[in-house]
């Protein structure tokens, strides 16, 4: 592998979480928010392959992932939200804003970290819910279905997972700021 590519692949792999979430912010589930940030890559591969020149690779894959995106809504026209260009450059915009805003504060990586500590903490039956809901995308009524819960009852479980998450995930990061 030539060193060119070498950083490439390194500087691209570095950039994964704010690309992920942008993506998944914006196509809300985690296996097509998945097959689109392969598909920048790939077309990121292919463009270096074909002697492209790119002075700043994370607005280029950001820019290739809102045109994926678009593509992604174009084809799910039947969903019940459809957006468009305006939005998805509004949405880059503030993003890209609070972002230069103060780079230094970009906790994402810390904030991941800690989540994935805060997920594996958890007893299995949540952890099986919040996989039911977030990894699989099943919809409240067949995870309520699947469980034999209500509805409700599954929505109040999920509302709690997620204060507690947050909580723990603010608590962890407070601790590391103390170099706790």
Request: overall charge neutral; charged content about 25%; hydrophobic content about 45%.
């Amino acid at each position: 592998m030539s060193e060119a590519l070498k950083q490439v692949t390194t500087e691209f792999l570095a950039s994964r979480p704010q690309l992920m979430a942008f993506i998944y912010g914006l196509v809300r589930h985690p296996q097509t928010a998945e097959d689109i940030y392969q598909d920048v890559w790939l077309k990121l591969a292919g463009a270096l392959e074909n002697g492209t020149v790119i002075e700043n690779q994370t607005n280029w894959c950001r820019a290739v992932a809102k045109n994926l995106i678009l593509q992604h809504w174009r084809e799910q026209r039947v969903a019940k939200v459809v957006a468009d260009s305006t939005l998805l450059e509004f949405v880059d915009y503030v993003e890209l804003a609070f972002a230069e805003a103060d780079p230094s504060k970009d906790r994402w990586p810390d904030r991941q970290y800690a989540l994935n500590q805060c997920v594996d903490a958890l007893p299995e039956k949540s952890k099986r819910l919040l996989l039911l809901k977030y990894e699989e995308g099943f919809s409240i009524g067949v995870i309520a279905s699947h469980l034999r819960q209500s509805t409700a009852a599954v929505i109040k479980a999920l509302v709690r997972l997620r204060e507690a998450l947050a909580l723990c995930v603010e608590k962890k990061l407070k601790l590391q700021e103390l170099g706790l």
